[in-house]
């Protein structure tokens, strides 16, 4: 499996100079490259060399590596603008977003990240430095900061391209690594079920609550202090605005990697596979009130996903993703689907119900047999809401019916159809 490396360079005053020329010279090329590409409509990389490889090495003063570079990283920037669009992730083609897409070519920022490869960079583990390539020459005994798993995992995995930024006033490196991974645990029975959630980031059929209160009130004083800032246009504000930018999107990730750790290490300990809910297009789903729409997409679901998904292929644990549909709704204890078992956000009732009452009931071919005098029992199990989702999850999730390679995922058949659970409320309480 590919991961990606990153460490802080620590370059002299002359080798920051050279490295943000560099930079800036690439991007230009870039920006001017996409115009070419958008007006002559060429996006293939072979194509476009015609067009625009020797003026970008003659203008520029790149090395031939550098000018391919440019290119490529060109037409790759098109073929996911194409991918996107393809996908609706821009809107309708009628929308305003996805006419400024198309209507004007690709341009890249000054301090945008460009690739290197071997033969532009070289890597020394042992002295942590590396030697690259800039239009003032190769600078050789530039140093470079990295964790220590990091640094080892760098020595003996990385391979392919590696890509030179500048953030926030630091120059990074992060390196490709193809890491090796655990054999599949295809022996699994039982899987740990993972309700995920806004108010309660990640909860487990085994009970475990990460609560996200701490996180939102974060959220929340950044939104508010961000609306202030941005009110007052002053020197100051903006500084301040400019120092806290990504603040909030590092703390969740930081969140988001703990979580995905600790569930993938608990479910590898007790040789288990892991459930999790299939949240594909859930943003598009529902309209929600203005207040809520912000909650929403501060949501980073995908990431959390995202995470748990790699974490466990290099763990070797098995991951399946279950249709989220009735989930929230049906008691873990009885089977039982009804809307009202969901009292709240955090609290799931199975109430008893003891008293007659009318219920229209289903003949064997699916028809109607009228009206008759019912008795509807309950478990009266009381639960928190998300631990009672999770074990739901846990009860759908089985092993995939072939044997699956190391890091794949499959999706078992949803907990109950909609026509099965129109029959069974039907059947329970009576049609409504």
Known sequence: MKLTVQ?????????????????????????????????RDVKRNFALCEHTYTAVKDR???????AQH??????DAYTTLKANLTAGNLGKPSSRRYRRAVEKPISFRPEGAQPYDDRMLSWQYTQRTVSIWTLSGRMKEVA????????ARLALYRKGESDLLYRDGMWFLTATC???????NIGVTQFLGVDLGIVNIATTSDGQIM????????????RTLRTKLQRKHTPSAKRRLRKRRR???????DINHKIAKHVVAEAERTGRGIALEDLTGIRARVRLRKPQRATLHYWASAQLGEFFAYKARKAGVPVVYVDPAYTSRTCAQCEHIDKANRVSQARFVRRWLTAPRVATTLSHDGGLNGSEIV?????GVVAHADWNGSRNRSTVARPAPTPMTAGSCWRPAPLMSAGDVRRHCLVGYGRR
């Open 70 to 75: 440019v290119i490529k990283k060109t037409c």
């Open 144 to 151: 470079f900061t990295a964790a220590p798993e990091h640094l």
């Open 375 to 379: 008795t509807v029992n309950s478990c």
């Open 60 to 66: 520029w003063n790149l090395g031939a590596q550098a």
């Open 7 to 39: 460490v802080k360079l620590l370059p002299t005053p002359v080798q920051a100079a050279a490295l943000e020329a560099t930079l800036h010279a690439r991007n230009e090329a870039a920006t001017w490259v996409s115009s070419v590409a958008f007006e």
């Open 178 to 184: 193809e890491v090796p991974e655990a054999e599949l």
């Open 211 to 222: 609560a996200g209160r701490r996180l939102n009130r974060g959220r929340l004083r950044e």
């Open 247 to 253: 603040k909030e999107a590092r703390r969740v990730k």
